[in-house]
């Protein structure tokens, strides 16, 4: 049995640079489901972990000599997971691969996941304070401001307390394994390629660049070698309304590109709505799950 270490990372529109420790929000899962029997996750502050023997009397480390059973403490255990295989991992061919199928299989977890959490072996934003001299010593402040309380009040319950993971996350593992990893034959796959990595970089920063690494997604498989406009693809195969659409494209513009937004002052637009992290999340995970399904068949052959 395989077992990966991982940190569960809030999507949250607290992730906006203003605001502090936007990851601690996904201490508030509690239990993650997960509808396929190939995983099961399951929190433990401490575990026993073997570990050699000279390695614990100094700071250098050594891989040799006589193995002993320590405690091992996990750092921020509120929001630490223990992802346990239950033959996932040990009955893939190629074998395992230490780093490049634990991204495969974090980022396959991620796209069978609608809720606004995401699984990272990063604790992600874990620090933010500053310290003052007094009296020859350094003095931790204890009293910065932790954000904006209007909005940390807006966002309240946005996390919730049971995660799922769907069931379709062996077959997810299997196409995302092999569009990382087998070798690109066509535009369209490497379009998939590259959007699986764009997916990931969106889920680690703020909500500015996952609002619109998230459309780009959506953009590149959806429109791979078409003349069509991403906004109307995007409707034709999720649940995204036409106006919803349109509004996450105008947003992205004026992002991205100061000089495409059609709106004087559109951040500031309060009758827009934009859609929220999580569903933009949400409609980026159908649509690469769509996408990939499509081309598939003929990428693995």
């Known amino acids: 049995m395989y077992i990966i270490p991982s ?8 992730n906006n640079g203003l605001e502090s420790f936007p990851d601690d929000r996904a201490a508030g899962v509690d239990e993650i489901v997960c509808e396929s029997a190939a995983l099961d996750f399951k929190q433990q502050d401490e ?16 891989k040799h000599g006589r193995k002993v059973k320590t405690p091992y403490e996990v750092d921020h255990p509120d929001r630490h997971w223990w992802i346990s295989s239950n033959g996932l991992l040990e009955n893939i061919d190629p074998p395992l691969r230490e780093h490049a199928d634990i991204f495969n299989l974090l980022l396959s977890i991620n796209l069978c996941m609608d809720v606004p959490v995401s699984f990272s072996q990063s604790p992600g934003q874990i620090r933010g304070g500053a310290s003052q001299l007094r009296d020859g010593a350094i003095d931790t402040f204890t009293d910065l401001s932790r954000g904006s309380t209007p909005l940390a009040i807006a966002t309240m319950g946005e996390i919730p307390q049971t995660a799922h993971v769907s069931a379709d996350l062996e077959q997810v593992y299997e196409m995302v394994r092999s569009f990382r990893s087998n070798p690109i034959g066509s535009d369209e796959d490497m379009d998939i390629r590259i959007a699986l990595h764009m997916y990931e970089d ?100």
Request: aromatic share 10%; glycine share 4%; with cysteine.
């Open 7 to 14: 940190y569960l990372r809030a999507i949250t529109e607290l």
């Open 47 to 62: 575990v026993p972990m073997w570990r050699y023997e000279e390695a614990l009397q100094g700071k250098t480390e050594i």
């Open 202 to 301: 969106a889920l680690t920063s703020s909500i500015w660049t996952l609002w619109s690494n998230l459309f780009f997604v959506c953009e590149k498989v959806l429109c791979s070698g078409r003349r069509t406009k991403p906004a109307a693809r995007i409707v034709e195969v999720t649940d995204m309304d036409d106006e919803q659409a349109q509004n996450w494209k105008e947003i992205v513009n004026r992002i991205k590109h100061p000089d495409k937004g059609n709106v004087s002052g559109f951040l500031e637009q309060q009758e827009i709505e934009v859609p929220s992290p999580w569903y933009a999340r949400q409609t980026a995970n159908t649509v690469l799950k769509h996408s990939m399904r499509e081309r598939f068949e003929n990428f693995s052959e």
